[in-house]
């Protein structure tokens, strides 16, 4: 027997024993190896090989698997990149992001477009002249006006999101970025028209031409289910301000020892918002840093 470092996979225990054999350790262990003898849990290696995983692990992060939100990654953006001063809010309602932009970076410049029969402009007070209306798909702004497109769940209430996402490219500046949520699982809302899968999401960004970096899961479906059904309600909160199904996920994973992008697909997978950043390409020498969230988790 050769006396280096070796272990005995047989089912679920290995033996593993030191160079001179004068200790041996059995531990529970899943039931295959890599060729490099770093053992691998059979679970992950299967969901791994799912079709619907190869298409998405592009997109995927491997550092971290918490949910998040778009104002996440706007701050992550911004402090990474604190020349990116111009900000559109994409699909702004009553205009509410402006007062969190200005607390974040008070010298960003903000500026909000939606169209003219959104509930939420209807219920907007006042006048505001950095917000306009526009017709759903041509923006009206310069091409490369801004640094950064903020949408946060707007694109399922577009009758046209193939062309607003492209015109959108347009108006951003070469290496300007796109943080946005939509949709997923979620239940019909406020005039929603179309959820968008994850793998739709890829689409209509790709083909509009920007570089998608990545997809995260927002809140869970059950969630927002739950909280559809009671209607918000304030005494209820502490019912349906909870991700249900990523604890769950969370307690397979933690005694299948999946790793942090198996369970970020898994979320994603049942997942009722989804939360991604895209980028309008640029020369390499002219590249900014991507906003993920491999330093907020």
Not at 8 to 21: A, E, M, N, Q, Y
Not at 49 to 69: D, H, M, V, W
Not at 101 to 128: C, Q
Not at 138 to 158: A, K, M, R, T, W
Request: proline share 4%; charged share 20%.
């Amino acid at each position: 027997m050769d006396t280096s470092d070796q272990g005995v996979i047989t089912g679920r225990i290995r033996l593993s024993c030191d160079k001179r054999f004068t200790k041996v350790q059995i531990i529970c262990l899943p039931d295959c190896h890599s060729a490099q003898g770093c053992v691998v849990n059979i679970l992950n290696q299967r969901i791994r090989a799912l079709e619907n995983f190869i298409s998405l692990q592009e997109f995927l992060t491997y550092q971290c698997s918490r949910p998040c939100n778009t104002k996440n990654y706007i701050r992550t953006h911004l402090i990474a990149n604190p020349d990116s001063d111009t900000i559109l809010d994409l699909g702004c309602g009553e205009g509410g992001s402006r007062e969190f932009f200005a607390k974040l970076f008070p010298e960003v410049i903000w500026r909000g477009v939606d169209i003219a029969d959104s509930p939420e402009v209807k219920n907007r007070t006042g006048s505001a002249v950095d917000i306009v209306t526009f017709d759903g798909i041509n923006l009206p702004y310069e091409d490369g006006s801004f640094d950064v497109i903020y949408c946060n769940q707007v694109l399922e209430h577009v009758r046209n999101p193939d062309a607003l996402v492209a015109d959108a490219l347009r108006v951003l500046k070469p290496g300007g970025f796109f943080v946005g949520s939509v949709s997923y699982l979620e239940p019909y809302h406020s005039h929603s028209i179309f959820n968008f899968t994850p793998y739709g999401i890829v689409s209509v960004f790709t083909e509009a031409g920007f570089k998608l970096n990545e997809i995260r899961q927002g809140e869970d479906a059950l969630q927002l289910i739950i909280r559809q059904i009671l209607n918000r309600s304030k005494l209820m909160r502490w019912l349906w301000n909870r991700n249900y199904l990523y604890f769950l996920i969370r307690v397979l994973s933690f005694i299948a020892r999946l790793d942090s992008a198996t369970q970020n697909f898994l979320m994603v997978q049942f997942a009722g918002h989804l939360v991604f950043s895209a980028r309008r390409p640029v020369e390499p020498e002219q590249g900014t840093t991507s906003p993920r969230f491999l330093d907020e988790c």
